[in-house]
């Protein structure tokens, strides 16, 4: 297997640090890195459909959910913060991708939900983005995929416990 450039990041903390095991930042190093091509890649594909990866993200919520749900439930799904969600609603509500309902059994709050013309973008862009994510896998064998599964459910069940913690 051929080194990336965390191989290299880590030879240069083994010598200038050697008393600091650099393989745990090895593997938050390529996740990070990981995570930031997935976010520039799908960004650009989802170019094609007018919609950026914050606004894909809630809709596919819905889009999946098949039901209209509450901002709340959106934030704490994207892990973000109230703010940032308000921020992704509007955008996709002034695209005319979602739109708020009255809370059939809270008419103080709200319920969004996907218009047909959301319908219409999420769709396609969900179609797209497996094929183009399945594409990145293609290199790994099924019982490889099974172990980065395995590991990574493992490592973000360890994660979300001291984040629930802290």
């Known amino acids: 297997m051929m080194d990336d450039w965390v191989d290299e990041v880590q030879a240069q903390w083994r010598r200038s640090r050697p008393e600091v095991d ?10 990070l890195r990981v995570a930031r091509l997935v ?47 308000t921020k992704r609603l509007r955008q996709v509500e002034a695209a005319g991708l979602v739109r708020r309902r009255p809370n059939a059994q809270d008419g103080r709050s709200v319920d969004i939900e996907l218009t047909e013309q959301g319908q219409a973008v999420i769709a396609p862009a969900i179609d797209s983005i497996h094929t183009l994510e399945a594409s990145w896998l293609d290199d790994l064998s099924a019982p490889d995929r099974d172990a980065l599964v395995s590991g990574l459910r493992t490592v973000l069940g360890a994660l979300t416990r001291a984040a629930e913690s802290s």
Do not use: C, H, K, N
């Open 22 to 31: 650099p393989e745990p930042a090895g593997v938050f190093l390529r996740v």
């Open 39 to 85: 976010e520039r890649l799908t960004g650009e594909a989802l170019e094609e459909f007018g919609v950026d990866r914050a606004g894909f993200e809630v809709l596919s919520v819905l889009a999946r959910t098949d039901t209209p749900v509450s901002p709340t439930r959106i934030a704490t799904e994207l892990q973000l913060t109230g703010a940032g969600t």
